[in-house]
Structures are given as C-alpha cells and as structure tokens.
C-alpha cells in the first residue's frame, strides 16, 4: 500500500486549503482513511478519519465545522478540504490506511503517507 500526501502549503489566517492522499496497491473498500498533523515539539494528533465504504466521517473538535475529508472512489483519493484556518493548524499532515476499523489513535493506522507541510501566517 502506497499513500502519496499533496497540497500542502503557506497560507494567511482564514485562507483555505485542500489536501489530497492518492492511495495505491490494494482495494481499499474495508479501510478507513485518517488525516492527522504533527506540529513542531507536539505529539501527532487526530484530525479526520473517512469510512471507505459508505462515506462515514469523524472530526477533532478542534477542526469540526472548518474541516471536510471526502474520498473519489474512482480517483482512490482521500481530500481534506480546510477552512477559515488558523496559525495553530500549522503541522505537517499526514493521510493514513486503517485496515478495518475506525480509530482516533495513530499507532492504530497501518500505512502512512509520507506528510505535507501546511503552515498558516497570522
């Protein structure tokens, strides 16, 4: 399994950016798909997570209502559109494979992408 992570960026507080994970090497129909961002000195956390089949999602408060993970199932890509961002979303973020089951923690994710840099100016 192959996750390959883009979009990443520098952006001005409130600007918006869409993040995309391009996923290869297996059919992904059992997986979920998660974000997470790992900021400078923090540990990585949880940002999104998107049930493969059937489209269910989860959020981190700290992103529920600005944040929006969909998937193109045609494409096998997983998109991570944000919104009004803020200086504290700066971290590299990662997309991450779950074989079977919904989870917030990452050393529950079985393949990880390769992160991208998203970095938001006050």
């Known amino acids: 399994v192959q996750l390959q992570a883009s979009g990443g960026g520098l952006v001005q507080a409130g600007g918006s950016l869409r993040l995309s994970c391009a996923a290869s090497g297996r059919t992904f129909s059992t997986y979920v798909m998660g974000w997470f961002r790992q900021a400078p000195g923090k540990e990585r956390e949880f940002v999104a997570a998107?049930?493969?089949?059937?489209?269910?999602?989860w959020y981190a408060d700290s992103v529920k209502g600005r944040f929006t993970i969909s998937r193109d199932i045609t494409r096998n890509t997983v998109y991570l559109q944000m919104n009004s961002l803020k200086p504290e979303d700066t971290a590299v973020y990662y997309c991450?494979?779950?074989?079977?089951?919904?989870?917030?923690?990452?050393?529950?994710?079985?393949?990880w992408g390769q992160g991208t840099q998203v970095t938001v100016s006050s």
């Open positions: 991450a494979a779950n074989r079977h089951l919904y989870s917030s923690r990452s050393y529950e994710y079985d393949y």
């Open positions: 998107i049930r493969w089949s059937g489209g269910t999602t």
